[in-house]
């Protein structure tokens, strides 16, 4: 809202607000989409094949009716095992707004208010800064603008055995480059402490049990879960594939409960075409009011100022973020999504109140941006945009990356060679540790040294020598990345070693000291 428009504008875009936006969806034959119904087959099988994608699920809601629910691909390479409606994905990131639905709504019945300090429900609480936890709100917990970087904290948080109360204790350990409610950088942790506030605010209902009383259920979303373990003796599940590191290959399932608010609902595209259809209607399923207008409502508004600048690829010009969803426009209309990322999947879901749209899209590979792409590609066949073929577009920087990646790694094999550090490899061994993160060993193993990390079951890292004090980091779960390992050396003593992994999980490499 423009602070120069006059007052009788102003009230009347309020009243808008207030009254017309919610939208009652009558079950209509939405017109053909011509790019759905011609092209729509042909892009995602050319895009799985260019981005090496085994199995891809989309759903398109429109008008009230899903138009679209459909697998393509396999769920694994080499097996007759394909893809539908109701294969299962990890939908990561796409969590997060149950976790603000369920908080806003708490709000609407009372339980609590989105401006009550966090310290009500969470005693203890704390930042690294003292004013930003005396001051930090329920809200807040959801603004990623703790004024921490993007990721900070999730190498030790992701895939780890800390429970959700132990990451909350660490958060105040997270020394932000930025300033609190002012600078954007997105905080899984701060999902997890919201979490936490509705067994506080509600008596004891976990955030899994709250979720599935109050959303799965009413929705008969019956194949949906709020937990990642044993994910892979599900039936019909999708597994996990990564090429950034090598040729495509699968991978580890995530198990990230402990992330649970943030990141753990396991689901597939038959039933978040329901969740979309709610969204669609201003909480409404088939004539139930799910969720009120008011609390859906609380959770698009904007929590997090992210962007006003007009976008160079896409019609776009501004980004907020509200509770687990972020807002913009897109030629015109304002539209809703999220994205989500674990290791092996990424997926997103994306609607459009103004024009009645649903999209969701979940992957088997998270090494590519087909799956944004084709969100773009579908707005822009629905809001009028002219053509543009938008995996194209995005394929291009992505081989350039691609291609800079792998001759990063490849420097780093070429330096490993058959010389011998200056000290022994003995003097490298030991136990090291990191504030945040906690214990590392390291230990001699033949030529090599082994890295284990106490905190992440079944994790750990080979490091071969290349030159000077730096060794090559292999990691168990490849994902993970292929750096450097700079050791310290004080006095010819080893004092410590920085470790790096891959950007998907955090950005800023980790210093362990030798104790």
Not at 109 to 126: Q, W
Not at 370 to 383: G, I, K, N, V, W
Request: hydrophobic share 35%; proline share 5%; net charge positive.
């Amino acid at each position: 809202m423009r602070k120069h428009f006059a007052g009788l504008a102003l009230s009347l875009a309020t009243t808008c607000l207030s009254i017309s936006c919610p939208h009652t969806v009558e079950a209509q034959t939405p017109a053909p989409n011509r790019f759905v119904t011609d092209s729509l087959d042909r892009y995602i099988q050319r895009g799985l094949r260019q981005w090496q994608i085994p199995g891809l699920a989309i759903v398109i809601v429109k008008n009230g009716q899903v138009v679209v629910a459909k697998g393509y691909g396999t769920r694994a390479v080499g097996k007759n095992e394909p893809v539908d409606a109701n294969t299962l994905f990890m939908i990561a990131s796409n969590s997060k707004l149950f976790t603000g639905t369920a908080l806003a709504k708490l709000e609407d019945e009372k339980k609590l208010s989105l401006n009550d300090h966090a310290v009500k429900y969470l005693p203890g609480f704390r930042l690294y800064d003292s004013t930003a936890s005396r001051l930090v709100t329920v809200r807040d917990l959801m603004g990623h603008h703790f004024g921490t970087k993007t990721f900070q904290g999730d190498f030790t948080f992701w895939d780890s055995n800390l429970s959700r109360e132990e990451i909350i204790k660490r958060m105040r350990l997270l020394k932000p480059n930025g300033e609190f409610r002012k600078d954007y950088g997105y905080c899984n942790a701060g999902f997890v402490a919201a979490g936490q506030v509705i067994p506080a605010a509600t008596g004891g209902t976990t955030w899994e049990a709250y979720v599935q009383q109050n959303f799965l259920q009413p929705l008969g979303m019956t194949n949906t879960y709020t937990g990642t373990a044993g994910l892979a003796q599900r039936s019909n599940v999708a597994i996990p594939y990564s090429n950034t590191y090598g040729p495509l290959a699968p991978v580890p399932f995530d198990e990230i409960d402990n992330l649970g608010p943030a990141g753990g609902i396991v689901s597939n595209v038959a039933d978040l075409g329901k969740w979309l259809k709610m969204q669609l209607d201003s909480g409404r399923y088939e004539g139930k009011q799910v969720v009120s207008w008011a609390a859906v409502r609380k959770t698009r508004d904007p929590n997090t100022l992210l962007s006003t600048r007009k976008s160079t690829a896409f019609p776009m010009h501004y980004i907020t973020y509200g509770l687990g969803v972020f807002s913009g426009d897109y030629n015109g209309k304002q539209i809703y999504w999220h994205t989500g990322g674990a290791t092996g999947f990424v997926s997103n879901t994306c609607f459009v109140p103004e024009e009645q749209i649903g999209i969701a899209i979940l992957t088997n590979n998270d090494n590519q941006s087909f799956f944004e792409a084709l969100r773009y590609q579908l707005l822009d066949s629905y809001l009028g945009v002219p053509y543009t073929n938008r995996s194209a577009q995005l394929l291009k920087g992505a081989r350039e990356e691609e291609k800079a990646l792998k001759a990063t790694v490849a420097r780093l094999n070429t330096r490993v060679k058959k010389n011998k550090p200056a000290l022994a490899l003995s003097a490298y061994a030991g136990n090291y540790t990191h504030p945040l993160f906690g214990p590392i060993t390291i230990e001699q193993k033949g030529k090599q040294l082994l890295v284990r990390f106490a905190t992440h079951p079944g994790l750990t890292a080979t490091l071969d020598y290349m030159d000077g004090q730096e060794f090559r980091t292999t990691y168990s779960n490849l994902t993970f990345g292929i750096y450097p390992a700079v050791f310290k050396v004080e006095g010819n003593k080893i004092s410590g070693v920085e470790l790096k992994v891959n950007d998907f999980l955090e950005y800023d490499p980790y210093f362990f000291t030798k104790g």
